[in-house]
T-cell receptor, first 113, second 112 residues
Framework: SQTIHQWPATLVQPVGSPLSLECTVEGTSNPNLYWYRQAAGRGLQLLFYSVGIGQISSEVPQNLSASRPQDRQFILSSKKLLLSDSGFYLC????????????FGPGTRLTVT | TQLLEQSPQFLSIQEGENLTVYCNSSSVFSSLQWYRQEPGEGPVLLVTVVTGGEVKKLKRLTFQFGDARKDSSLHITAAQPGDTGLYLCAGPPQSGTYKYIFGTGTRLKVLA
């Protein structure tokens, strides 16, 4: 069965510090991978998606970046965090031939102080 | 642009009551998914509806896809505190795109 991992689960970082969040998927090959951000009590904002190694599409211009160094690894980064980067970050995967289901990781709660 | 609007936005009910959440669009979807998200966790897929008019049941939860595949509903019978959470409907990307369409969400609180 497929499993998706995210770490860390919780992170408190000062403004201006770098960021690296990691997501890995097990049990499937060549998944589509996604990074979302969710503000408190709000819906999901798509940040990045990737359809293959090294292929990244950005949905929202900001100081975040994403990379996909391996088929089942997706990394969200920032060189200098802003207060507005605080939120709940979710990684998700899907398969191209599926009926549209998307599967989410447990999330990372980021607080920028 | 495809949009999914959910109603109500917030719902607070007593344990044992029934409720219905709606997910509406002016666009046709090939399928719709329903997710439940508990505080501090990622959304969990509950069901996918594919055929117009389809009804699926998951214990006390009943999901229906509209005949025209433009809307869906989630009915919960005898709600329990464990049903508390954020309910999201979602549609798959249009052909040639990769962006999922998420509904605005319904936050449900079931009081014991």
């Amino acid at each position: 069965s497929q499993t998706i991992h995210q770490w860390p689960a919780t992170l408190v970082q000062p403004v201006g510090s770098p960021l690296s969040l990691e997501c890995t998927v097990e049990g499937t090959s060549n998944p589509n991978l996604y990074w979302y951000r969710q503000a408190a009590g709000r819906g999901l904002q798509l940040l990045f998606y990737s359809v293959g190694i090294g292929q990244i599409s950005s949905e929202v211009p900001q100081n975040l970046s994403a990379s996909r160094p391996q088929d089942r690894q997706f990394i969200l980064s920032s060189k200098k965090l802003l207060l507005s980067d605080s939120g709940f970050y979710l990684c998700a995967w899907s398969v191209l031939a599926g009926m549209g289901e998307q599967y989410f990781g447990p999330g990372t709660r980021l607080t920028v102080t | 642009t495809q949009l999914l609007e959910q109603s109500p936005q917030f719902l607070s009910i007593q344990e044992g009551e029934n409720l219905t959440v709606y997910c509406n669009s002016s666009s046709v979807f090939s399928s719709l998914q329903w997710y439940r998200q508990e505080p501090g966790e990622g959304p969990v897929l509950l069901v996918t509806v594919v055929t117009g008019g389809e009804v699926k049941k998951l214990k006390r939860l009943t999901f229906q896809f509209g005949d025209a595949r433009k809307d869906s509903s989630l009915h919960i019978t005898a709600a329990q505190p464990g049903d508390t959470g954020l309910y999201l409907c979602a549609g798959p990307p249009q052909s040639g795109t990769y962006k999922y369409i998420f509904g605005t969400g319904t936050r449900l609180k079931v009081l014991a």
